[in-house]
């Protein structure tokens, strides 16, 4: 059960092409505490070693639904993190 209640308390973070890389990860855990939007998840990230290449353009979406920075997260939701999508 500790287990379970602590991912709750977790925002649920997925990087994808570039940005993994810059991390290092495809995905990471931010606790809840002190994230009241996507914004502060895009801080956090940020924040991290190899965070600091992600750019204002960054694609996001929580739970599946494209985010602005200013949309409330909660514990549990998923947030994917994308790199500006170009090509043609």
Do not use: K
Not at 16 to 22: C, H, V
Not at 43 to 60: H, K, N, T
Request: overall charge negative; proline content about 8%.
């Amino acid at each position: 059960m500790l287990t379970s209640r602590l991912e709750s308390a977790a925002i649920h973070v997925q990087l994808f092409a570039r940005y993994a890389d810059l991390l290092g990860a495809g995905s990471v855990e931010l606790p809840a505490e002190g994230v009241a939007t996507v914004g502060d998840v895009l801080a956090r990230i940020r924040a991290l070693p190899g965070g600091s290449d992600i750019g204002s353009g960054a694609l996001v979406a929580v739970n599946l639904r494209q985010a602005r920075p200013d949309q409330p997260v909660s514990p549990g939701d998923e947030v994917a993190v994308l790199p500006p999508l170009a090509g043609g």
